[in-house]
């Protein structure tokens, strides 16, 4: 006779109550997971997407994504001078937060040069790929644009000619690709008033050492900042080029840093994501310790309110084994049908588009999932078993 | 034919200066099919006694026997006793005690499945012991749905599962009414001539123990009155 079945059966409201409650929590742990596997697969997405050997960067950095680099623009004649390199591209990425589709909201604009083409947008899935120098853009599908839209991005407006799909940056933003000309222009862009103060400023200060106001306009361009930077070029080898040696001769001659994708890739994940993994697991490690103890804890409750009978059985005559059996299986079908709720729960979310971030679930995650909750259940009934076998069975007899 | 002897029973806990006798020279036996009445105030050792007899508690001198067994002999285990308490006796209890997520028919049906009864046939004896005790007509109904009387009859219907050689009702009319309580204490009588399963009940009510084949009463762990 299956006695913690029909003791589901009899208080069916409170096992399923336990089981929402409990599976809220694994459905937290397994939204986590997606969360930190998103911002994995998120944050080396571009990295994975761009067609390139090498990434050049500024020296002594670590860019273009996980810290900020700067060249000047013609760095990328430099590097295609190069033994060894085929062809190189200037590529521009910063995160920027405007008024977009009808909302504020935060993007990355990456700039790349669209006649050599590297750097551009992947998975297009609806439109082209950017054609002409000027005014053109490919957005993800996330920024909520439509194929044909005009939106204006400092001075100009930008017509949308593509669409990508799960085209993000580390952070989840969607990204915007444009012309790099184009993507200077909105990030060095200045408000006018802000341009005459500092013009203002600049002529008095040549004034104050001696120049005369005609010779002060005249200089002025040279103190003007100089806006035509880069974050990184982009470098394809010729084939059967030596990638160590180019990249040697690179970072001697040039004195600029190379990192080749994969490597680019480890510094995303020991710099940028390293942090938010750390803290993300280290939630979710709470949280299955949290929905152990809870287990733990309500199957104690519902052994404790049987204690009685418990007693009673054990007069009777019933084996250990029975009584562990009926606690065993409960706490166990509690964790159980938990971890399918969460289960369910979290891939409904998924499924339905609504949560804000790129989730990903992995068969490896479930599964080790799966794996403690199963052995937290079994651990948490270990208490209960605990006070149900030291119960004496005298405990029967008497009012 | 004796189904329980016992002999010389004492049981002392704690030691030394703290030592309390609970029971002292206690001998007597019953017969198959015998009704014994174990009368007592509050703290006289019946429920010391009950738990000797129902192999939880040793004593510290004496001996046993059920059913031709000595038991707290050297070498069994507490698997041995839960077995031997499993087939040997049958318990009713003062609050009924039976397990309130299980039906009538499955409260008595388990004692049969835990001794390796099938659960089909468990069941078929089960509606059989019920309809016995004419309470089959709440056969599928939860204890909670059951008045006390009928909770009774069903813990009644649980102790007979096994057809032990002795019954143990540890006072079995102390939460019904008097007119409740007689009909159990009837229902005794009727098991213990039927089915030829010594009864011993223990209670402080004297009104209840009419037609009792042997009466002893315990004050201070010893007999006051003996069985004859």
């Not at chain 1, 029909?6 to 096992?15: A, I, M, Q, Y």
């Not at chain 2, 031997?84 to 499945?113: K, Y």
Request: glycine residues 8%; charged residues 20%.
């Amino acid at each position: 006779m299956d006695l913690a079945a029909k003791d589901v059966r009899r208080h069916l409201g409170k096992f399923i109550a336990t089981i929402i409650g409990v599976g809220m929590l694994i459905n937290i742990v397994f939204i986590m997971n997606g969360i930190y596997r998103g911002i994995i697969d998120d944050g080396i997405w571009i990295i994975e997407n761009t067609d390139t050997d090498l990434w050049v960067v500024e020296r002594d950095r670590g860019g273009p994504f996980n810290e900020q680099s700067q060249l000047p623009r013609d760095t990328y004649k430099s590097v295609a001078a190069t033994p060894g390199v085929a062809k190189t591209g200037p590529f521009i990425t910063y995160t920027v937060q405007r008024g977009v589709a009808g909302r504020n909201q935060q993007f990355t604009i990456i700039g790349y040069d669209v006649f050599i083409g590297l750097g551009g947008p992947k998975r297009i899935v609806a439109g082209r790929n950017i054609t002409a120098g000027h005014y053109e853009a490919v957005a993800d599908q996330k920024l909520g644009v439509r194929l044909g839209e005009r939106i204006h991005l400092g001075v100009h407006d930008y017509t949308i000619v593509g669409l990508t799909r799960q085209a993000v940056d580390t952070n989840g933003n969607p990204l915007l690709y444009l012309s790099l000309s184009d993507a200077q222009e909105v990030l060095f862009q200045r408000d006018n008033q802000a341009i005459y103060a500092q013009d203002a400023a600049t002529i008095k200060k040549l004034q104050d050492a001696g120049y005369t106001a005609t010779q002060a306009g005249q200089m002025l361009p040279l103190f003007s900042s100089n806006t035509n930077i880069i974050s990184a070029v982009l470098a394809k080898l010729t084939p059967g080029a030596d990638i160590k040696k180019v990249r040697s001769n690179i970072q001697d001659w040039l004195y600029l840093n190379v990192y080749s994708p994969e490597e680019e890739i480890q510094l995303m994940l020991s710099g940028r994501l390293k942090k938010i993994s750390i803290t993300l697991g280290f939630f979710r490690i709470l949280l299955v310790i949290v929905s152990i103890v809870i287990i733990a804890l309500i199957v104690y409750v519902i052994t404790i309110e049987k204690i009685r009978s418990i007693a009673t059985l054990k007069l009777i005559g019933a084996s250990n084994w029975v009584i562990i059996r009926l606690i065993l299986e409960q706490s166990v079908s509690i964790t159980l049908a938990s971890f399918g709720f969460g289960y369910g729960a979290s891939h409904l979310l998924e499924a339905s588009g609504q949560f804000p971030r790129h989730l990903i679930f992995t068969t490896f995650d479930t599964t080790l999932v799966f794996i403690i909750m199963l052995v937290g259940g079994v651990v948490a009934s270990l208490l209960a078993i605990w006070v149900a076998l030291r119960t004496p069975p005298s405990l029967a007899l008497g009012g | 034919m004796d189904v329980l002897i016992v002999k010389g029973l004492k049981k002392v806990f704690g030691e030394g200066e703290l030592a309390v006798t609970a029971l002292a020279d206690i001998d007597f036996s019953v017969k198959k099919g015998e009704l014994m009445a174990l009368l007592g105030p509050s703290g006289s050792g019946k429920t010391t006694l009950l738990l000797c007899i129902s192999l939880i508690l040793e004593p510290t001198t004496g001996y046993i026997v059920i059913n031709g067994h000595e038991i707290y002999k050297d070498g069994w285990t507490d698997v041995d006793m839960r077995r031997f308490r499993r087939e040997n006796i049958g318990f009713i209890f003062q609050s009924h005690n039976l397990i309130p997520f299980l039906t009538a028919t499955d409260n008595v049906a388990l004692v049969m499945t835990l001794n390796g009864v099938s659960d089909r046939e468990a069941r078929r004896r089960s509606h059989e012991l019920l309809d016995y005790l004419e309470i089959g007509h709440r056969a599928d109904a939860l204890p909670a749905l059951l008045s006390g009387g009928e909770q009774q009859r069903v813990a009644i219907a649980r102790a007979l599962a096994n057809e032990p050689v002795l019954i143990l009702a540890d006072e079995p009319t102390a939460a019904l009414d008097t007119d409740r309580g007689r009909k159990v204490m009837a229902l005794l009588k009727k098991i213990a001539g039927e089915r030829n399963s010594a009864v011993i009940t223990v209670t402080h009510d004297h009104r209840m123990i009419e037609g009792f084949d042997t009466v002893c009463e315990l004050s201070d762990g010893r007999f006051v009155k003996k069985p004859l």
